[in-house]
């Protein structure tokens, strides 16, 4: 959650150490072009869930609309054929008792965050567990929770197929406290670092994470699922300012311009491991791009089922396999806070547009960190974007586009 782009060693990060995840990306296959379904958590996730972009996506922001019985999830494609379903962490796509809930949108199994609300106080009084309410009688810390609830789903489904969405909240900042920051039990091992306490508090969230992704790769050896288990890795959007974090410290988001709420590559793309011994190429490096939502129709195929047509995304095994791989036409991407942008990939060009500004482009082969506009010099691709732009969307009443 808000993990950036350049925030792993495998990334480029050389301030702290991510030794698990670098681990699994050497095991893996590593990807250079993903992005996330939006630039902040709620819509990104529902592009995750529901196969959609945000010009279809039913939720297309931060604000609290709860999923429909019409938005299927890959949960529920999974369930249908024949897996354990289970969320763990943060949901931010429902509200107590609505059509959104979990657990009416084929998880077997939920615990953590249901909205934003209070999705990033790390010391909350209670979890959701299933549909009911589960209160602390003691000082608990959200993520460490998570991690247990993780392994022991795991433990408790190692005899059949099952597919689990772990959705940490580390590193978001706390937000809606009074005590507001980066919390973390103990900034351990950056204790001694000469930098400013939230960012310790960062680096030693991040560390926390990565070493417990570790204990669940180390769980599915143990059990003997390892070489039988798809494992993605990836965050909700790019990295933030916030709770006191200065996203510069440690370069957050890499070679890339711009960071959460912002349609720039370092907003939206984001670090993609996928590991799956004996079947993907280990130690693989892919410049394929694609995005969140197709990640449920790679995963329905995967598991042995049609892919949906009726989304926005595309099956993604191929790439896994290291076999040729059918590409987007275009990527497409719009945000309602600040005003209203909008931001299209296609092919190695990337556009950006929104809040009466004129149209940006880039060509991202020459010019991965977005630093020379080159609008000007190609009209012709300009004018193919915008028919992209009027054309990639439906309305949303939710989120009107002001005229």
Not at 64 to 78: C, G, I, K, S
Not at 256 to 262: P, S
């Amino acid at each position: 959650d808000d993990l950036g782009y350049g925030n792993l060693g495998s990334y480029g990060q050389t301030f702290f150490q991510t030794p698990h995840l670098d681990q699994m990306a050497k095991e893996g296959m590593r990807f250079t072009s993903c992005y996330a379904g939006s630039t902040v958590c709620a819509p990104s996730r529902c592009c995750l869930m529901t196969g959609m972009h945000t010009g279809h996506a039913r939720i297309r922001g931060n604000k609290r609309h709860p999923l429909l019985p019409e938005d299927r999830t890959v949960a529920e494609y999974l369930k249908d054929l024949g897996y354990a379903t289970g969320i763990i962490g943060k949901w931010g796509l429902a509200e107590p008792e609505t059509t959104g809930v979990p657990n009416r949108k084929g998880f077997d199994f939920w615990y953590g965050y249901l909205n934003q609300h209070r999705a990033h106080n790390y010391y909350p009084d209670y979890l959701w567990r299933n549909e009911e309410r589960e209160y602390f009688q003691t000082w608990t810390y959200s993520h460490d929770a998570f991690t247990k609830e993780a392994l022991d789903f795991v433990s408790q489904n190692k005899d059949n197929p099952f597919f689990l969405y772990l959705a940490y909240t580390i590193p978001h900042a706390f937000n809606e406290g009074r005590e507001q920051g980066m919390q973390i039990p103990s900034d351990k091992p950056y204790s001694d670092q000469q930098w400013p306490q939230q960012d310790k508090n960062f680096a030693a969230m991040v560390h926390r994470m990565d070493a417990d992704i570790g204990h669940l790769l180390t769980l599915l050896k143990r059990l003997g699922l390892d070489e039988n288990t798809l494992v993605f890795f990836t965050s909700d959007n790019g990295p933030h300012r916030e709770g006191g974090h200065n996203p510069d410290t440690f370069d957050d988001n890499g070679p890339l311009r711009g960071i959460k709420r912002e349609l720039y590559e370092g907003g939206i793309r984001v670090p993609m491991i996928a590991r799956w011994p004996g079947t993907i190429p280990t130690g693989t490096v892919n410049k394929q791009p694609w995005a969140f939502w197709d990640v449920l129709p790679t995963a329905v195929d995967i598991a042995g089922g049609e892919p949906p047509a009726a989304v926005d995304g595309l099956s993604m095994k191929n790439t896994l396999l290291g076999q040729p791989q059918q590409s987007h036409e275009y990527f497409y991407w719009e945000f309602h806070e600040r005003g209203f942008q909008q931001a299209v990939r296609m092919g190695n060009w990337k556009a950006v547009v929104g809040n009466d500004k004129p149209l940006e482009l880039y060509n991202l082969k020459d010019d991965e960190g977005e630093a020379n506009n080159v609008a000007d010099q190609h009209p012709g691709v300009v004018a193919t974007i915008f028919k992209i732009l009027a054309s990639a969307r439906t309305d949303s009443p939710h989120y009107p586009v002001e005229q």
